[in-house]
């Protein structure tokens, strides 16, 4: 009887360690109505909850009117704030008037940043003079980015007439945000001083994450009673970046923590060390040998492209850098190392 009892609780136990890692996913426990989690790079999915499901998508929509003013080549722009531009704003506000003078940039800013729905409405009218057409153009680079589930209505979200998205296209509107440098620059700022009139005024972030980890870069929060709350994340994680996309989520900033938790599971680590020999000119030795040393996290294979020059000239120096290696995934450039030598090399100098 004790020996059948041991057999049957070794079994228990190797049973429960060869469980795949994949069940995890199944376990996961989000308050999210929809959510996805992408590689921003690959756009390999790590997680989805019904990711295609339409639904209201709040100031997250914002992303798509702010990426639109970065592509618009007018950031430098001084924009006249007019009544119509205000005309029907409520809700979150950087509390503009007619008559103030602001520039495109501070305008994104206040629409990102602070989720201005007067900041959105006067990138919309001073790209395209209209809402609606705004609500057109938002809607054209929608489809090119295959968004093909979405309808804008609004340039800040606020629900009329059905704005509306889904958790995987947001994903893909969030990664071309990623890759915006100066989108995705604002959008990590937890505070800045945008200038009206000439006067400084501060705005602070309404994203958490950002005070939670140094490694998330953004992107954006939303709520309006229709959509609930709605937050999209974007995490750097050793040369990748995970993109989070929640929609309805009563507890999402513990939602966003959980799923960046599991999908850093789904990563390889890569650590290299990589041996090359330049040709040195003038030196005690002909040649010297030379490192380069990186760590990334991926889920795809790395390129490498190698720079350096077919010779140096003495003296050199251990620790110098000779040359670089510049790292991609899915053809993105993510992480740049030096070429550096692992010796000294002198001047030859001749006896007397």
């Not at 499901?53 to 798509?64: E, I, L, W």
């Not at 889920?299 to 077919?310: A, G, N, Q, S, T």
Request: aromatic share 10%; charged share 25%; hydrophobic share 40%.
């Amino acid at each position: 009887m004790g020996d059948f009892l041991f057999k049957k609780i070794c079994f228990i136990l190797c049973f429960f360690f060869i469980i795949p890692d994949t069940a995890y996913a199944k376990e996961i426990e989000i308050s999210a109505q929809s959510a996805i989690v992408i590689d921003a790079y690959t756009k390999t999915v790590l997680y989805s909850k019904k990711a295609d499901t339409k639904r209201a998508v709040a100031s997250t929509t914002k992303v798509m009117t702010c990426l639109l003013a970065c592509e618009s080549g007018k950031m430098g722009d001084t924009v006249t704030i007019t009544n119509e531009m205000l005309e029907g704003c409520e809700g979150s506000l950087i509390y503009l008037e007619a008559g103030d003078r602001i520039t495109l940039y501070d305008l994104v800013c206040g629409a990102m940043i602070a989720s201005g729905n007067d900041a959105a409405n006067a990138i919309a009218f001073h790209i395209s003079n209209s809402l609606k057409s705004f609500a057109e153009l938002m809607n054209k680079r929608a489809k090119e980015l295959g968004m093909l589930s979405t309808k804008f209505v609004t340039p800040s979200g606020l629900d009329k007439n059905f704005n509306h998205s889904t958790a995987n296209d947001m994903a893909l509107l969030a990664r071309q945000a990623v890759l915006n440098n100066e989108l995705i620059k604002i959008a990590s700022m937890k505070s800045y001083e945008i200038t009206i009139n000439s006067k400084k005024q501060k705005i602070y972030n309404h994203n958490k994450l950002l005070s939670y980890d140094e490694n998330y870069i953004g992107l954006k929060t939303g709520y309006t009673e229709k959509a609930g709350r709605c937050l999209i994340s974007a995490y750097k994680y050793g040369g990748s970046v995970i993109i989070t996309v929640t929609l309805n989520a009563y507890d999402d900033w513990k939602d966003h923590k959980t799923l960046v938790n599991y999908s850093k599971k789904c990563y390889k680590d890569i650590n290299q060390k990589e041996s090359v020999e330049i040709n040195i000119v003038g030196g005690e030795k002909n040649s010297a040998f030379c490192s380069c040393v990186y760590e990334l996290k991926s889920l795809d294979r790395v390129e490498i492209k190698r720079y350096y020059y077919p010779f140096a000239y003495a003296p050199i120096y251990k620790g110098e850098a000779l040359g670089r290696e510049d790292l991609f995934i899915n053809g993105i450039l993510v992480k740049t190392a030096e070429i550096t030598a692992n010796e000294d090399v002198e001047i030859w100098q001749t006896t007397k």
